[in-house]
C-alpha cells in the first residue's frame, strides 16, 4: 500500500484537515496517478456537508483530477508513465448494464463508482465492496482502473484541464445530447463553474448565447466569456422580455430558484436542461410545458468516450476553465468563497502544496 497525504471533512460539520490514506499497488489493468491539480466543485460542499445526504465520513472529496502517469500495470498499453491524464466523477461501474455497455457509465443500472463519497468494487464481479470507500483528488495520488482513465490534450494547460473532468463534461454532453447546433438561441442561467463553461462550449458550437443572471456585475465576464447577450434578472423584468425566445435554456444553478419562469422563455418544442441540484426540491407548473410543448431535462456528466471527445473538442477550439489556482490549506476559505459565488470561476488546488512524507 502507498501512504498517501490528504485532505479530509471528518464529519459533516467541522473543517477540512489534514488526513492519510493508502492507494493501493496498481493491479494488472490499473494505474497509479501522481496529482498534480484538483478542481474544486460545488458537489464537493453539498457531499462534505452532507448537503444531499448519505455523506460517507471521513470523506477526501475532489473529482476534477488531473496529473500524470507514474506507474502502470502489466496489461495496460493505453498509457505510458509520464503522460498527462485525468480522472472525472467517476472510477468504475458495473460494466455490464446497458448503460455501461453503451459507454453512458454514468448512468450505471447500479450506479456509478464515484471517485469520492462512494465505494470501490470488487474485481472479479464489479459489485460494491461496502468495506472500501472512495477517496477524491485532495490528495496526492490515485489507483484507477486504466478504463476510467482520460488523456489530457498537450495544447490545455494543466491546471485549466481539471474543471473539464466535471464543469466541462456536465455542460458537453447535454449540448450534444440535445443537439445544440450553430445559430441556435441558448440560455445559460447563472455564471459560475458550470456556467462559465456552458457560454464557453455552447459558442464554440456556434450557438447565440445569452446569459441570464442575478448579478449585473456578470455582464462584462459573460461577454468576454463569448456569449452575445447578457440580462439580469434580478427585477423580473427580464422574462417578459425574453419570453418564447431560446431554443434552449441550460440552468446550472444549485440554489432554489422557480423553474417555471426559466420555461416560459422557451420557444415552441424548446428545452430546458437541468444540470445544478437544489438541497429543496422545486415545483414545475403543468401549464409552463403544455402550452408551448416544451420539455423539461436532467443532465449528469458524461461517459468515458464522451469525456475523451469533449476535452479532444475543447483542445481544437482554445476552450479550457478559468480559475483561481490555490493552496490545499486555503480549502476551507475556498469553500466559504464559493458560497458567496466570490470566485472566477472555479478554484483549482495546486496539489504541490499538500505536505508530502519525507
Known amino acids: 500500500m502507498i501512504k498517501t497525504p490528504a485532505y479530509a471533512a471528518p464529519n459533516a460539520t467541522s473543517p477540512l484537515a489534514p488526513f492519510n490514506i493508502e492507494r493501493r499497488e496498481p493491479g494488472p489493468r490499473e494505474v497509479l496517478i501522481d496529482i498534480l491539480y484538483c478542481g474544486v466543485c460545488h458537489s464537493d460542499i453539498h457531499q462534505a456537508r ?5 455523506s460517507i465520513f471521513p470523506m477526501v472529496p475532489g473529482h476534477e483530477i488531473v496529473g500524470r502517469i507514474a ?23 458495473c460494466r455490464q448494464c446497458p448503460s455501461c455497455r453503451a459507454g453512458d457509465e454514468q448512468y450505471c443500472d447500479f ?25 477524491g483528488g485532495y490528495s496526492t495520488c490515485i489507483t484507477v482502473d486504466a478504463d476510467y482513465v482520460l488523456r489530457i490534450p498537450e495544447s490545455i494547460p494543466l491546471d485549466r484541464a481539471a474543471p473539464l ?3 466541462g463534461i456536465t455542460t458537453y454532453s447535454p449540448l450534444k445530447h440535445f ?10 442561467v447563472g455564471l459560475g463553474g458550470l456556467g462559465h463553461m456552458a457560454v464557453k462550449l455552447a459558442a464554440a458550437m456556434g ?4 446569459v441570464l443572471s442575478t448579478s449585473e456585475s456578470k455582464r462584462d465576464d459573460a461577454l468576454a466569456l463569448g456569449a452575445q447577450a447578457f440580462a439580469a434578472t434580478r427585477d423580473g423584468t427580464v422574462f417578459k422580455e425574453q419570453a418564447n425566445r431560446f431554443d434552449f435554456v441550460v440552468d446550472t444553478v444549485s440554489a432554489e430558484h422557480d423553474y417555471n419562469l426559466y ?7 424548446g428545452t430546458m436542461i437541468l444540470l445544478g441540484i437544489p438541497e429543496q426540491p422545486e415545483a414545475v407548473s403543468a401549464g409552463a410545458l403544455i402550452r408551448k410543448r416544451r420539455r423539461l431535462a ?6 468515458i468516450r464522451e469525456t475523451q471527445e469533449m476535452l479532444d473538442f475543447c483542445a481544437t477550439h482554445g476552450v479550457a476553465s478559468d480559475i483561481e489556482l490555490i493552496r490545499m490549506d486555503q480549502i476551507n476559505e475556498a469553500y466559504e468563497r464559493m458560497l458567496r459565488s466570490d470566485v472566477r470561476y472555479r478554484f483549482v488546488i495546486d496539489i504541490a502544496t499538500l505536505e508530502r512524507p519525507a
Not at 445544440?180 to 441558448?186: F, N, P, Q
Not at 436532467?298 to 461517459?303: D, F, L, P
Open 50 to 54: 452532507d448537503g444531499w445526504g448519505g
Open 71 to 93: 506507474r502502470v500495470g502489466s496489461q495496460v498499453e493505453r498509457f505510458k508513465v509520464g503522460e498527462a491524464v485525468g480522472v472525472g466523477c467517476f472510477v468504475d461501474s
Open 111 to 135: 450506479g456509478m463508482s464515484g471517485t469520492y463519497n462512494s465505494y470501490e468494487r470488487n474485481p472479479e464481479d464489479h459489485r460494491f465492496d461496502k468495506t472500501r470507500p472512495t477517496y
Open 165 to 167: 473532468l466535471c464543469a
Open 179 to 188: 443537439g445544440v447546433k450553430a445559430g441556435d438561441r441558448v440560455a445559460v
Open 207 to 210: 450557438a447565440h448565447v445569452t
Open 263 to 269: 420555461l416560459n422563455l422557451l420557444k415552441l418544442d
Open 298 to 303: 436532467g443532465s449528469m456528466i458524461g461517459g
